[in-house]
């Protein structure tokens, strides 16, 4: 494509300097950039790309995007635009060939649940026949084939050129996780939604969002950009949705548990296990056996049943996708070794999906039930306390612990998550008047969960919460390899094969 062709995607932008000849690729970071590259300058949150403009003309940029004029060689083209940001959208999008126009782009945004609800639309649109990729937190999943991503939802020209891929790969629909980040910052601007889904909305992101009016504010957005010819699929539920609904200029159908959603739950059986419920939708109703637990569950399972019925699959067909569906990794994924106790881990890094697991697990729990948890460094600090108190409240015992500390000291972000387990212990507020939980502190991640499978009893349930299916560790700017799931085998392993687990 034409730089000049791209720079009509801009119609209020300024150029200066030749703005001629073909356009290799889009690039917003400098050292990703190779010959005949047009580059675009966005700010992050640590660095600008305007000041990185010398190092992408010197890895072969043709042109640069930016907000203001810059002082560049005079061969170099320079287009100036009010926000780079909405630019890269546009021009990434543009770049690609619109992809989302070339297939059913469904984007999935709320708290908690995008990834398990993208996962269980996926299983049921491809059991109607329809091939369907998945981007999201757990990475690109084209076929069988999973690859990873940095975030949950990709900057523009990654997105778009992913988008490109399914659709030359065949795809029928892409089920997307949209973050409220990647609205904010514009990176799904240049996507035509077929639908949008909104799970729930709870506290998280708040270092980001400031209120939570800005963070539901931001999860609004994608329903204002839904085409009017698609469909929203709503939360009945959640307290926010009327705010959503309002947004939409598609079509709304509602799901949840009260009566008036257009699909509902009837006759809920939980267990640690799974659920079962009766689904009830316009079309008429099923029994639908999810290998899933907790109510929480039961609610993707009906967003899921809502946009795949709105896509033409039929109910018994949605049912037997849902009940084949072996679950998503790092989502309530247990961890049997053949010990006389559950192992349960679980991505929970939000008050209100560790209180969540915690429920479910206390309901099948006959023994103790012991937590392992921590926070994330470098995001919302007012939930550290929030978690902390959740946990003093609702576990036997809770081990409190590093989570990815990033930059932050693992001790600090201890210290604010104690400060709820002590209000707990005073009789704070929340469901007891005051703690029943022993707590424990071991900022080692590794020994902390050692040491927490070692003390299990026969019919305890240890919940190892807040990084799920991540297979890392981040300390001071580095990844290393972590993963909750291998280190609860080994010691589990250790413990079966080696030694006699504790019983008392």
Do not use: W
């Amino acid at each position: 494509m034409t730089l000049q062709a791209l720079v009509r995607e801009l119609p209020s932008s300024q150029v200066r300097g030749p703005v001629g000849g073909p356009v290799s690729d889009i690039a917003y970071h400098s050292q990703s950039v190779r010959p005949g590259a047009l580059f675009v300058a966005i700010r992050g949150a640590h660095h600008d790309g305007h000041t990185f403009v010398p190092e992408a003309l010197q890895q072969g940029a043709i042109a640069v995007v930016v907000e203001h004029l810059i002082d560049v060689p005079r061969e170099v083209g320079q287009v100036v635009v009010a926000d780079t940001r909405v630019a890269l959208a546009a021009l990434s999008a543009a770049f690609f060939g619109h992809p989302s126009r070339d297939v059913k782009l469904i984007g999935i945004t709320g708290t908690k649940g995008k990834g398990t609800t993208a996962y269980l639309l996926e299983a049921a649109l491809s059991g109607g026949g329809q091939r369907t990729g998945v981007i999201g937190t757990l990475g690109v999943k084209l076929g069988a084939h999973v690859a990873p991503l940095e975030r949950t939802t990709p900057e523009a020209p990654d997105l778009q050129r992913t988008l490109r891929q399914m659709a030359d790969a065949g795809m029928h629909v892409v089920v997307m996780e949209v973050a409220s980040h990647a609205l904010v910052l514009h990176r799904v601007a240049g996507c035509h939604f077929h639908g949008a889904v909104f799970t729930n909305l709870t506290q998280d992101h708040l270092d980001f969002h400031k209120t939570l009016d800005a963070y539901r504010a931001a999860k609004r957005t994608l329903f204002e950009i839904v085409a009017p010819d698609g469909v929203s699929i709503i939360n009945a539920d959640d307290p926010s949705a009327r705010v959503m609904a309002e947004a939409s200029r598609a079509p709304v159908i509602t799901y949840g548990f009260g009566a008036r959603a257009d699909v509902r739950a009837s006759d809920v059986q939980l267990r640690l296990d799974g659920a079962d419920f009766t689904a009830v939708t316009p079309q008429g109703k099923t029994e639908v056996h999810l290998r899933l637990p907790g109510r929480f569950n039961v609610s993707n399972a009906l967003a899921a049943i809502a946009a795949a019925q709105h896509e033409g699959v039929a109910l018994d067909v949605i049912a037997q996708a849902l009940g084949e569906f072996p679950g998503v990794p790092g989502r309530f994924e247990a961890v049997r070794e053949g010990q006389p106790f559950g192992v349960i881990v679980d991505y929970a890094h939000t008050p209100d999906s560790l209180e969540n697991v915690l429920r479910v697990a206390r309901d099948f729990t006959r023994g103790r039930l012991l937590v392992v948890f921590g926070c994330g460094g470098d995001r919302d600090r007012t939930k550290r306390p929030v978690m902390g108190r959740i946990a003093a409240q609702l576990a036997d015992i809770a081990v409190v612990t590093s989570d990815n500390p990033r930059s932050e000291e693992p001790t600090a972000i201890i210290e604010e998550i104690l400060r709820g387990t002590a209000d707990a212990a005073a009789g704070g507020s929340g469901a007891r008047p005051a703690s029943r939980a022993r707590i424990e502190v071991e900022p080692d991640r590794r020994r902390a969960i050692t040491r927490t499978l070692e003390s299990a009893r026969p019919g305890d349930v240890v919940i190892i919460a807040g990084k799920g299916h991540e297979p890392y560790q981040e300390i001071k700017g580095v990844k290393y390899s972590f993963d909750d799931r291998v280190v609860a085998r080994e010691v589990l392993q250790s413990l079966v094969g080696g030694r006699p687990v504790r019983k008392e």
